[in-house]
């Protein structure tokens, strides 16, 4: 046997509850380790049997001899090197190879209705935002050339999904009814399925639109920040009021019709506000959502809102807190509604490996009003260029292929080797954008914290796993079934 090292990079234990979890970083594999290969991976640990060379043949007849069966110890030895836990000097395999992209393969658009937004949320990041009288709106004729791109591009998939954004995406509902109609009919013709999705502030809506949006199952989310102290700091109308009363009045409208799928609510966590568990009591106990989820402003650019160190510190600390309900509510077989966990269950459940922080500029793209294709709804607006023009043909390919490329390329960065590289993977690029003015650049400013609570999530995972693995095929199989 030659000389064996550990691969540092490759492998992260967890003790939950006194077993010993591994969790396998190029596949966001968790297993559990026995006693032999606990101790195998024991004698590298600091103050263990391996020296500066590694371990030898030697030292494992040493350390196992006359306790375990030697058949035992090798077999054992194969699949850390088959996992590339260990290695005996052979090159490792990169968990995502190097790519030229070219192709995008669209499973999403997102058509950005109009700039305008009826409300004045203090720390709105959106650059073209303006009221309503003043917003841009997009036309039908940018809207069609819009889905005929998503048709085109994403020749190979069997459903897509459309999402109206803004502004306000409410403020230009002809718009979107059109927008149905053409979709729905254009689904037919190819064969294809398609979804439509939506997030809104909620004060526009009506008993007959959100009966509408329930015959056609639109993915409805609302935006809104919790218990009305806290939703009027910030999301205020254009006059300087709060908005909470007539918001809560409409999702709760809301709420009592529509049943075609479950309504979230999204929350935006500003400086000063991380009572995680209030906002989720009010919002799901008090006021029905089905699921909220959380998101803090953390960009350099806005510091007025944005959650300070120790802020964000709090932040995880109450996310943590109600993690643990979470895991008490699932262990009895009930779900409570936190999107931010059931998120992370739902990718350690699948082994979820990520070469990209999430599907912009591949699977999804935005359309500005103007017809400008953006990377994500976020950079409408932005001083970001656009990656093509929905009028001169389409996506900017080798543009597009490039940025991507330089994200893919982890090289000199803390993701190369960082633990929760295939889960992470760099990081939001607008976060990246608003902290750093570079979309590329990893978002480092709370690498620790996401670190800390991906320990948390398996060992949330590790305890459900145990103690009610029906829970999984329940409500996260369901969940992975639909996206």
């Not at 939950?16 to 559990?32: A, K, Y």
């Not at 052979?90 to 950005?112: C, G, M, Q, W, Y």
């Not at 350690?348 to 935005?366: D, N, Q, R, Y």
Request: charged share 25%; aromatic share 8%; net charge negative.
């Amino acid at each position: 046997m030659s000389e064996l090292r550990l691969v540092e990079h490759n492998v992260h234990r967890v003790a939950v509850e006194g077993r010993q979890m591994l969790f396998h970083i190029p596949t966001s594999s968790l297993f559990e380790l026995d006693q032999v290969s606990g101790e195998l991976l024991d004698m590298f640990d600091g103050g263990g049997e391996a020296g500066p060379s590694g371990i030898s043949a030697d030292d494992v007849r040493r350390k196992f001899d006359g306790r375990h069966p030697p058949g035992t110890i090798v077999e054992t030895i194969q699949e850390f090197l088959d996992l590339e836990v260990l290695t005996d000097g052979r090159p490792l395999h990169p968990d995502h190879a190097s790519i030229k992209v070219e192709n995008f393969p669209l499973s999403t658009i997102v058509l950005n209705t109009n700039s305008g937004c009826n409300l004045s949320c203090t720390y709105c990041y959106k650059e073209d935002l303006a009221a309503p009288a003043n917003g841009t709106k997009m036309s039908f004729e940018t809207a069609v050339k819009s889905v005929e791109m998503l048709l085109a591009e994403g020749e190979v998939r069997d459903r897509f999904n459309i999402v109206f954004f803004g502004g306000e995406p409410l403020s230009n509902m002809p718009l979107i009814r059109q927008v149905v109609d053409y979709a729905e009919a254009r689904a037919a013709e190819v064969g294809k399925k398609v979804d439509f999705s939506l997030t809104t502030n909620a004060t526009l809506l009506t008993e007959e639109i959100v009966d509408y949006f329930n015959e056609h199952r639109f993915g409805l989310t609302i935006s809104m920040d919790g218990p009305q102290a806290i939703h009027d700091r910030n999301r205020r109308t254009v006059g300087g009021g709060g908005s909470y009363e007539i918001v809560a009045e409409k999702a709760r409208m809301a709420l009592s019709r529509f049943n075609a799928r479950p309504v979230g609510a999204r929350v935006t966590l500003t400086a000063g506000v991380t009572d995680i568990e209030g906002i989720w009591h009010h919002l799901v106990n008090e006021l029905g959502f089905h699921e909220v989820g959380f998101a803090p402003v953390t960009s350099a650019e806005n510091t007025l809102f944005a959650l300070n160190g120790d802020e964000l510190i709090e932040m995880f600390d109450g996310m943590k807190a109600l993690g643990r309900r979470y895991v008490d509510a699932a262990i009895e077989g009930r779900n409570i509604g936190f999107g931010n966990l059931h998120q992370l269950m739902t990718d350690l459940s699948e082994g979820m490996t990520k070469s990209l922080p999430c599907g912009a500029g591949v699977g999804l793209l935005a359309v500005d009003t103007e017809g400008g294709v953006n990377l994500c709804h976020r950079f409408t607006g932005s001083d970001l260029p656009t990656f093509g023009h929905v009028d001169k043909g389409g996506i900017d390919k080798p543009a597009l292929g490039k940025f991507i490329e330089s994200r893919l390329d982890r090289k000199d960065t803390g993701c190369e080797t960082c633990r929760i590289r295939n889960l992470c993977s760099g990081g939001c690029y607008h976060e990246s954008y608003a902290h750093y003015n570079d979309p590329i650049h990893p978002t480092y400013h709370y690498c620790d914290l996401m670190r800390d609570w991906v320990d948390f999530g398996i060992e949330a995972y590790t305890r459900i796993m145990e103690r009610n693995p029906s829970f999984f095929q329940t409500y996260v199989e369901p969940r992975r079934a639909k996206s």
